[in-house]
């Protein structure tokens, strides 16, 4: 058995030895055959390995952008879609200490309280809305295509500074009536409900902040 194998691998020894013998002396009598072979096959790699190459930058960049666009992140349960309402991470909303519910009468609801005594100067406002549009990962920055917007109103007690509470809303967004315009009749409905006392200040508060559009759904859109 061991003459056997040591036969046969003798044989294929000889074998291999035989065929590159031939393939010398066929590249000896035609080396520009041989020549354009080896140039075909080296074109043929380089071509996949530029492929190959193209395949990862591209995949490269396509991971890249993910990476850096944040993805839309929203509270369970709204019935809105993603972009009329703001990134909670970013903007949850924040509260005026000094309007409560035992001083409604005397702020917010007083006819002769006015948001304008509370909202910040336009150079604040344009300015965080610039760099919202950073936060927000906007396409279009044109200024006048947004309202740097309250999420939780003055006229309900929003804080009229804290930037946790203002973000650029859009007028325009993927559905008619889901725009800066739309939000502000839910605002008016709100202040309305809660100086006459239909709903307490701090539940206002909380449904604006969660899902202003479902109160708009639910309560305005029909009225």
């Known amino acids: 058995m061991g003459i056997t194998l040591a036969r046969i691998r003798d044989f294929r020894k000889a074998m291999a030895r035989h065929g590159a013998i031939l393939q010398r002396r066929e590249r000896a009598k035609n080396p520009e055959f041989f020549a354009n072979r080896m ?5 043929h790699l380089l071509s996949v390995l530029a492929l190959v190459l193209l395949a990862i930058a591209i ?12 993805a839309p992140e929203t509270r369970v349960g709204r019935v809105g879609p993603p972009d009329i309402y703001p990134i909670p991470s970013v903007t949850p909303g ?5 309007i409560t519910q035992e001083n409604i009468h005397e702020t917010i609801c007083n006819p002769n309280w006015s948001t304008k005594s509370e909202r910040p100067p336009s150079s604040y ?6 760099e919202g549009f950073d936060e927000y990962n906007d396409t279009d920055r044109d200024m006048r ?9 003055l006229e309900i007690g929003g804080n009229p500074t804290d930037p946790k509470n203002l973000w650029p809303e859009p007028y325009h967004t993927t559905i008619p009536d889901g725009g800066a315009h739309d939000k502000d009749k839910v605002e008016n409905y709100l202040h309305e409900q809660v100086c006459r006392n239909g709903m307490n200040l701090a539940e206002a508060q909380n ?5 202003w559009y479902r109160i708009y759904v639910d309560k305005v859109k029909l009225r």
Do not use: F, G
């Open 39 to 43: 140039n075909a096959s080296t074109r």
């Open 125 to 130: 406002t344009n300015r965080l809305k610039r």
């Open 59 to 70: 995949w490269y960049v396509i991971r890249q952008s993910s990476a850096l666009a944040p």
């Open 145 to 153: 295509d947004y309202e740097e917007d309250h999420l939780i109103p």
């Open 94 to 98: 924040a509260i005026n200490p000094e």
């Open 207 to 211: 449904a604006i902040a969660t899902d």
